[in-house]
C-alpha cells in the first residue's frame, strides 16, 4: 500500500521545481514514469531507454538484477533518467513519499546537467527517444525476416557489442573523412617536397570508430549488417558521454537534491529519512570509488571556495577527467583517504601500492583517474588495412596489459565482422603480443 | 511542470530477451554435456543430486584490462591506518562490482561459469530434444489408474461432491423464472429455498494413465582386455543411457549382464566394479539375456532395449553365433545399440552439436585397427537399421555424439 498519493507527487514537484529555478538551474520538462518493481527491472535492463531494440543480453541483465537483488546484494536505484526532451525519469511504486521527493530533486540535477554540460552538446535529446525507436523497429524487422532470422541478427549484435565502447571518446570533435585528409596530405607535399607520405595508405590517420570503420570497409558485410553496426555505434554515441561524466554528474545531482530538500522545510517525518537515505547514497565504499561520494564532497569543496555561480560554470565545462585533474589536491585525497591497490603474483594478493600521503597523492590521482569511466577501457584503433585485406589494429598500451583471454575472444568477433583476416597489436609482459 | 504518468505497460518488455538469454544457458549447457556425462561423481547418483556445470559461451566479451600489477584500482579507504604493502585480500573476485559503464576488471577472464542443476533437470535438458525411435504402444504392464479427473456435471452423485456453484445458479435461474411468472415476489419476505432439481454434482472420470514401461539390458565386456579406461567409458556410456530412459519411462527396469567367457546376471555396483579377465565370448551374454526375456519380460508387454558394451574383440569362432543372436534380439528389441570402445577412434570433426552422424562412417576405424573385415563391427553392418546401431566411443567427448547417432540423433526444432 503507498502512504502517498499523486497529488503529494504534484504539490512537491512543483516545489522542487520553483526552488531549482531559484537556483539558476536550466532543465528539460521531466516526465516521470510510475512504475512497479517488475518495470523497473525492466527499464534498468535496457539503460532506461522505453525503445531500446531486443538482445538477449539485456534479458540476462535483467535475471541479474533480479537476482542480486533478491539475495540483497543490491538495492533498486532510487532514480534513473533519460537524457532526452522531456526527460523521462522513473518512480517505483513500493517507494515511501521521502525517496520520491529525494528522486525527484536528484532528476531534476541531472536534467540541467544533460542540458548544460557541454559533454552531451551534440546528443540530440529531442529525437533519442525517436532514434532508439526506428532502430529497435529496424532490429525486429531483421528478426521476423524469414531469410535473415535471430541467430544471424544475433551473430552480429553480438560482435559488434563486443566493441561497443570502441568509439571516439571525446563529443564535438570533428573527424576528417579520408578525402579530407587525402587533401591535407597533398597540400603539404606540395607545400615542402621533401615531405613524403603514403597516400595510398587506409586510413591515413589511427581511426578511433572500429564500428564505423568496420561497417564502412568491410567487403563481405551485407547492407543490413552494416545498418546494425551503425545502430550500435549510435547507441554507443548516446551513452558516451554519461561515461565520461559519471562523477560529475551524480555529484551534481546530489548537490542540487540537497540544496533543494533543505530549502523545502519537508516536516519532520520526511526530512528524517531523507537525510538518511542522503547520506546513504554519498557514503564512501570501501575499496572502491562511489560517484555519487566523490563527485558531492568534491562539489561541495568548490561551492565552498568558490561559490554557487562558479560551481555552475564548472558543471558546464568540464568532465569527469578534466573536473578530477584540475581540483583534486592533496588535502582532499588525504581526507577523502584514498589509495591505489594491485594484484600481486608474488604475493597471491591484493596489495596497497600508494596512500594519499605527501610522496603518494599524486601517483594516486593519476591512477584516480585511469579508472574513470572510459579510461577503464582500453583503447584499440584501426591503424591500416594491409595486403590481402588484413585488417591491422593496434591496442595503444599504457602500461596496463590487455586481460588475454577477452582480448582473443573480441579479435574472433571482429574477424566475424571483417570478414577476412585481422591482425591485432599488444604488448604483454613488455613483449609485442600478436592475436 | 512536471507530468506524472501512471506506466500503464501489459506486456513484459524484457520476455523475449530473458526466454533468448535462458534458450543459451540451456544451449551451453548441452554443450558442456559432453564433459559433465562423463564426470566420474555423478555416474550412479540418484536424480536429486546437485550438480555444476561449466557454462561457457553466454559471457559478453570486451577489451580489458588484466589482473595485473600494472592495472592499479584506486579506492577509499576505511581508516587512516593504511600503509604501503599492506595485503587486503585474495583477489579483485571479492570486490564488489563497480558501478556505472565498463565491465569492471574483476572478471579473470575466465570464459566458464557454473550453473547448478540437478540430475533430472540435467536429463530434461539433455533429453527433451531427442525422440525415443519409434515407440511401438505396447500392452502395458503397469497401468496405473491413479489419475482421476472432474469431467462435467450430473444430477446424481454423493454428498462431497456437490457443485455449489452450479446449484446456486439453477436456483437463480429458477427463481428469475418464478418472479417472471409472478409466481415469486422479490419484495416480500418469503424465503425461495434450494429444490432438489438445483442439486447438482461433479462427475468425476478415472483417467488411464499412459503408463510405459521398459527393461533395459545392459551388457559388458569384462574380459582381460578392457582396461580401466575403457570401463570407465562404458560406464559413462550406460550411465548416459540409463538417465535417457529413465527420463522418457515411467517405469524402467534394468538388467545388467557381465562376461567374459561366461556371462553374469549381477547388480548394478557389481557390474562396473567387478574386476577384469579372462577371453570373451559375445555369445554367452546374448544367451542368457534371451533366457531372460522369455522367463521375465515378455515383448508384448515391454518395451525392450538392449545395449553392448565392448572393445570389439571376440573369439573368432563366436563371430557368426554372436550374429545370429544379435539378429534375434534386434527383432526382440526397440533398439539395441553395440557400442565399441576404440581409443584409435579419434572422432568425426564435430563442433556442431546439433549434427547428425551417418552410421556408415563410423566403420573404417575398427577396419584400420583389425587389419581384417573379419572382426564383428564389420560384420554386423548388413544389420544395422533404425532398430540396429552400431557406435565407436574412444574418448569421452565421444559420448555424446555416439549417443546421438543411436537415438536418431534428431533433434525436434
Given at each position: 500500500m503507498s502512504t502517498w498519493t499523486e497529488a503529494d507527487l504534484l504539490y512537491w514537484d512543483e516545489k522542487i521545481s520553483r526552488i531549482a529555478t531559484d537556483l539558476g538551474l536550466d532543465w528539460h520538462p521531466i516526465d516521470y514514469e510510475i512504475i512497479d518493481y517488475q518495470e523497473m527491472l525492466g527499464a534498468m535492463a535496457y539503460t532506461g531507454l522505453p525503445t531500446h531494440y531486443r538482445h538477449w543480453s539485456y534479458g540476462k541483465e535483467y535475471e541479474r538484477t533480479h537476482t542480486l537483488y533478491n539475495m540483497g546484494q543490491t538495492g533498486l536505484p532510487y532514480e534513473m533518467i533519460i537524457n532526452s526532451n522531456p526527460s523521462i525519469a522513473y518512480l517505483m511504486k513500493e517507494n515511501a513519499l521521502h525517496i520520491h521527493v529525494l528522486t525527484m530533486a536528484h532528476c531534476v540535477g541531472h536534467s540541467d546537467f544533460f542540458k548544460n554540460n557541454r559533454m552531451f552538446a551534440n546528443t540530440n535529446p529531442n529525437n533519442i527517444i525517436d532514434s532508439f525507436k526506428s532502430a529497435a523497429k529496424y532490429v525486429k524487422k531483421l528478426i521476423e525476416d524469414p531469410s535473415i532470422g535471430i541467430n544471424k541478427v544475433e551473430r552480429i549484435l553480438d560482435a559488434a557489442h563486443s566493441i561497443k565502447y570502441q568509439v571516439p571518446r571525446y563529443p564535438g570533435i570533428k573527424y576528417k573523412t579520408q578525402q579530407e585528409l587525402l587533401a591535407v596530405e597533398k597540400a603539404k607535399m606540395e607545400a615542402d617536397p621533401k615531405y613524403k607520405t603514403n597516400l595510398e595508405r587506409v586510413p591515413l590517420e589511427p581511426q578511433y570508430n572500429l564500428l564505423r570503420f568496420i561497417a564502412e570497409h568491410s567487403k563481405h558485410l551485407k547492407e543490413w549488417e552494416r545498418n546494425l553496426l551503425l545502430i550500435v555505434e549510435e547507441s554507443s554515441k548516446y551513452f558516451i558521454p554519461q561515461a565520461m561524466t559519471k562523477i560529475m554528474n551524480e555529484g551534481w545531482a546530489c548537490t542540487i537534491h540537497y540544496k533543494i530538500v533543505n530549502e523545502l522545510n519537508l516536516p519532520d517525518d520526511l526530512h528524517l529519512p531523507f537525510l538518511k537515505l542522503h547520506n546513504q547514497v554519498i557514503r564512501p565504499h570501501l575499496g572502491q570509488v562511489n560517484p555519487y561520494h566523490l563527485g558531492y564532497k568534491l562539489f561541495e569543496k568548490l561551492i565552498k571556495d568558490f561559490g554557487f555561480d562558479e560551481a555552475k560554470i564548472l558543471r558546464e565545462i568540464h568532465n569527469d577527467i578534466t573536473f578530477l585533474r584540475c581540483y583534486i589536491d592533496q588535502e582532499f585525497l588525504e581526507e577523502m583517504n584514498y589509495f591505489s591497490y594491485s594484484f600481486k603474483k608474488t604475493k597471491k594478493s591484493l596489495t596497497i601500492d600508494q596512500i594519499s600521503d605527501d610522496s603518494g597523492w599524486e601517483k594516486v590521482r593519476d591512477e584516480l583517474i585511469k579508472n574513470v569511466g572510459l579510461n577503464r577501457l582500453p583503447v584499440v584503433y584501426v591503424d591500416e588495412i594491409e595486403k590481402n585485406n588484413v585488417l591491422s589494429l593496434v591496442h595503444e598500451h599504457d602500461g596496463r596489459d590487455l586481460d588475454v583471454a577477452h582480448g582473443q575472444k573480441v579479435h574472433d568477433y571482429i574477424k566475424i565482422l571483417w570478414g577476412d583476416d585481422v591482425k591485432l597489436v599488444s604488448t604483454v609482459e613488455n613483449e609485442v603480443w600478436e592475436f | 511542470m512536471s507530468v506524472f504518468r501512471k506506466h500503464k505497460s501489459i506486456v513484459d518488455r524484457a520476455a523475449s530477451d530473458r526466454v533468448r538469454h535462458k534458450k543459451k544457458i540451456e544451449k551451453a549447457i548441452k554443450h558442456s554435456i559432453k564433459d559433465v556425462i562423463a564426470e566420474e561423481s555423478i555416474i550412479g547418483q540418484n536424480g536429486k543430486k546437485k550438480i555444476r556445470i561449466p557454462v561457457k559461451g553466454i559471457k559478453e566479451y570486451r577489451f580489458l584490462y588484466g589482473n595485473n600489477e600494472n592495472n592499479k584500482t584506486v579506492g577509499s579507504g576505511g581508516d587512516h591506518k593504511l600503509r604501503r604493502g599492506q595485503k587486503i585480500g585474495k583477489g579483485r573476485g571479492n570486490r564488489a562490482r563497480g558501478q556505472g559503464m565498463g565491465p569492471g576488471t574483476n572478471e579473470k577472464g575466465e570464459e566458464y561459469y557454473d550453473v547448478e542443476v540437478t540430475l533430472e533437470e540435467l536429463a530434461e535438458y539433455l533429453f527433451n530434444d531427442l525422440e525415443l525411435p519409434d515407440l511401438e504402444k505396447k500392452q502395458f504392464r503397469f497401468v496405473s489408474q491413479e489419475a482421476v479427473k472432474r469431467k462435467g456435471y450430473r444430477f446424481k452423485g454423493i454428498r462431497p461432491r456437490l457443485a455449489k456453484k452450479e446449484t446456486v445458479k439453477r436456483k437463480i435461474k429458477r427463481r428469475k423464472m418464478a418472479q417472471k411468472a409472478g409466481t415469486f415476489d422479490p419484495e416480500s419476505d418469503e424465503r425461495f429455498p434450494f429444490h432438489q432439481n438445483d442439486l447438482k454434482y461433479h462427475y468425476i472420470k478415472p483417467k488411464d494413465k499412459d503408463n510405459s514401461a521398459a527393461v533395459i539390458f545392459f551388457l559388458m565386456d569384462v574380459s582381460g582386455s578392457m582396461s580401466q579406461d575403457r570401463k570407465y567409458l562404458a560406464r559413462s556410456f550406460f550411465f548416459l543411457l540409463y538417465q535417457f530412459l529413465n527420463h522418457k519411462y515411467e517405469r524402467v527396469e534394468v538388467v545388467f549382464i557381465s562376461h567374459s567367457t561366461h556371462a553374469d546376471r549381477v547388480n548394478e555396483n557389481d557390474f562396473f566394479k567387478v574386476a577384469t579377465n579372462g577371453g570373451t565370448i559375445i555369445s554367452s551374454c546374448l544367451n542368457l539375456e534371451l533366457d531372460i526375456i522369455e522367463k521375465e519380460f515378455h515383448p508384448n508387454s515391454w518395451n525392450i532395449y538392449t545395449f553392448y558394451c565392448g572393445d570389439?574383440?571376440?573369439?573368432h569362432s563366436d563371430n557368426e553365433t554372436s550374429l545370429d543372436l544379435f539378429k534375434k534380439i534386434k527383432d526382440l528389441s526397440q533398439l539395441t545399440g553395440y557400442c565399441e570402445i576404440n581409443e584409435t577412434y579419434k572422432g568425426l570433426a564435430d563442433d556442431d552439436d546439433d549434427q547428425t552422424f551417418g552410421i556408415s562412417s563410423w566403420a573404417t576405424f575398427s577396419a584400420w585397427k583389425n587389419e581384417e573385415m573379419e572382426n564383428l563391427w564389420a560384420k554386423l553392418g548388413p544389420l544395422c537399421d533404425n532398430k540396429f546401431k552400431k557406435v565407436m566411443v574412444g574418448d569421452t567427448e565421444h559420448i555424446w555424439t555416439a549417443f546421438n547417432a543411436l537415438f536418431g540423433g534428431k533433434i525436434k526444432s
Open positions: - | 570389439g574383440e571376440n573369439w
